[in-house]
T-cell receptor, first 113, second 109 residues
Framework: AQSVSQHNHHVILSEAASLELGCNYS??????LFWYVQYPGQHLQLLLK??????LVKGIKGFEAEFIKSKFSFNLRKPSVQWSDTAEYFC???????????FGAGTRLTVKP | DGGITQSPKYLFRKEGQNVTLSCEQN?????MYWYRQDPGQGLRLIYY???????QKGDIAEGYSVSREKKESFPLTVTSAQKNPTAFYLC????????FGPGTRLTVT
């Protein structure tokens, strides 16, 4: 079965630290890639997405992600986190061959002020 | 406003009762989905529907049922056969990108 792996369950950072959250997916041909964020008490919001083109994708709130096809990875980055980035982050993948969408288990980010 | 609505936000039921969660969208999407979110497990697909009057089981369909009689609506019934129904349920719509509703937190005691 196709799968998505997020390597970190819980990440704790101080404000202004740099962030990188890992996401890998299983091979299955062409994919669309997403990062969603869920702030405490709020619903899932799309941070950024990759469909095609430039593998470095910029999203909202200063987040970016890089698609590395050879590594089946789509890691999320932010150069300097803020306390307001405290949330749970989910990587998601849609495989074109069967329109199957899978989510990673999520990474909880805590940013200390 | 375009979007997805789920109601109610919180739902409490006694064990052995069926309960139906509502999901409505006005985004004109053909595809709709139900996920279950549990801590540390991400989102797991319960059922999805690519078009009206058609739906498919996801990874954890046992104990759940759905209907898709209208394009805008995709209600989920949590039956008494679902062994561990207490969870946060999310509805989504869209094909190559999914848009999510605010969720319903179901507690069964």
């Amino acid at each position: 079965a196709q799968s998505v792996s997020q390597h970190n369950h819980h990440v704790i950072l101080s404000e202004a630290a740099s962030l990188e959250l890992g996401c890998n997916y299983s091979y299955g041909g062409t994919v669309n890639l997403f990062w969603y964020v869920q702030y405490p008490g709020q619903h899932l919001q799309l941070l950024l997405k990759y469909f095609s083109g430039d593998p470095l994708v910029k999203g909202i709130k200063g987040f970016e992600a890089e698609f590395i096809k050879s590594k089946f990875s789509f890691n999320l980055r932010k150069p300097s986190v803020q306390w307001s980035d405290t949330a749970e982050y989910f990587c998601a993948v849609i495989w074109y061959n069967n329109n199957d969408m899978r989510f990673g288990a999520g990474t909880r980010l805590t940013v200390k002020p | 406003d375009g979007g997805i609505t789920q109601s109610p936000k919180y739902l409490f039921r006694k064990e052995g009762q069926n309960v139906t969660l509502s999901c409505e969208q006005n985004l004109n999407h053909d595809a709709m989905y139900w996920y279950r979110q549990d801590p540390g497990q991400g989102l797991r697909l319960i059922y999805y529907s690519q078009i009206v009057n058609d739906f498919q089981k996801g990874d954890i369909a046992e104990g759940y049922s759905v209907s898709r009689e209208k394009k805008e609506s995709f209600p989920l019934t949590v039956t008494s056969a679902q062994k561990n129904p207490t969870a946060f349920y999310l509805c989504a719509s869209g094909t190559y990108e999914q848009y999510f509703g605010p969720g319903t937190r179901l507690t069964v005691t």
